[in-house]
């Protein structure tokens, strides 16, 4: 395949995946009446800020936008709490049954999270945890596929390191803050990318935990606002999503170069 041809294909598959985004965006800048106007018009024929003006009125974006920052950034600090000597332990501590509890961890990665649903429902229910920021957070804080990462990463830096770190006198835990964690940082930026994307974006889990509206995240308060009395304004629910996604965006910027760092030394080393 030619340069120019591979170039033309991904031009093309980066407009199918960009073009709902910007759908979305002209759509927000649309009045009403153009919006369901027949035929695609991707571009607004007179832009109408005021679909934002009317979508910060008509509910809480900035308390879901909290809610979302509150539920996202806890499950990633204790993921990173939990996933980060899971990793270190299942790479590079020798101890009895390390293998078979690696297979586990490896076949959580194929249980589909509707499964797990029920009981940790039934577990939230028991403790009176239900319609709070722990329901939201706790089913979430172990990630198999955190461990799984973290744990490839750990094991692809050269033992010279560590014996070097512990001759030189570090414990385990200034081993893992000082030496290790530095030279796996784009894999914990990759991580963290996925894991704040997945629970910002998470519509299922609060709907069932999560009864008060002031609680709802990002996602539940869109079609919260979408159900009621924004349903009939589509350039203001869209304008809504794009205030929404705003934040995604900005922290993909931000991360963009450890995750390209992270995926390049992954497809490299294996």
């Known amino acids: 395949m030619s340069a120019g041809v591979l170039h033309a294909f991904i031009i093309v598959m980066a407009l199918l995946t960009l073009f709902p985004f910007l759908w979305m965006a002209g759509t927000s800048l649309k009045s009403p009446e153009e919006v369901f106007r027949p035929g695609v018009h991707l571009i607004p024929a007179n832009v109408t800020w005021g679909n934002y003006g009317t979508a910060l009125r008509k509910v809480p974006l900035w308390r879901f936008l909290l809610n979302g920052t509150i539920v996202a950034g806890g499950v990633l600090a204790l993921q990173l709490l939990v996933i980060i000597p899971a990793a270190f332990a299942f790479a590079r501590i020798e101890f009895p049954g390390r293998d078979l509890m690696f297979v586990l961890v490896l076949a959580a990665l194929v249980v589909p999270g509707y499964v797990t649903s029920v009981p940790n429902f039934l577990l939230l229910s028991g403790l009176r945890l239900t319609n709070t920021y722990w329901a939201l957070v706790l089913p979430f804080v172990g990630s198999a596929f955190g461990i799984f990462l973290l744990r490839q990463f750990f094991r692809q830096i050269p033992g010279e390191i560590l014996d070097a770190a512990l001759i030189d006198g570090c414990n385990t835990v200034r081993l893992l803050w000082n030496v ?91």
């Open 180 to 270: 290790l964690l530095p030279l796996v940082r784009p894999a914990i930026a990759a991580f963290a990318v996925f894991s704040v994307v997945t629970h910002w974006n998470d519509f299922f889990w609060p709907l069932i935990v999560i009864q008060s509206t002031h609680l709802y995240t990002p996602p539940a308060g869109i079609a919260y606002f979408a159900d009621s009395d924004g349903g009939a304004n589509w350039g203001a629910v869209m304008a809504a999503s794009g205030i929404i996604i705003t934040p995604l965006i900005i922290m993909f910027v931000a991360a963009r170069r450890q995750f390209i760092e992270s995926l390049a030394h992954v497809s490299l080393k294996g």
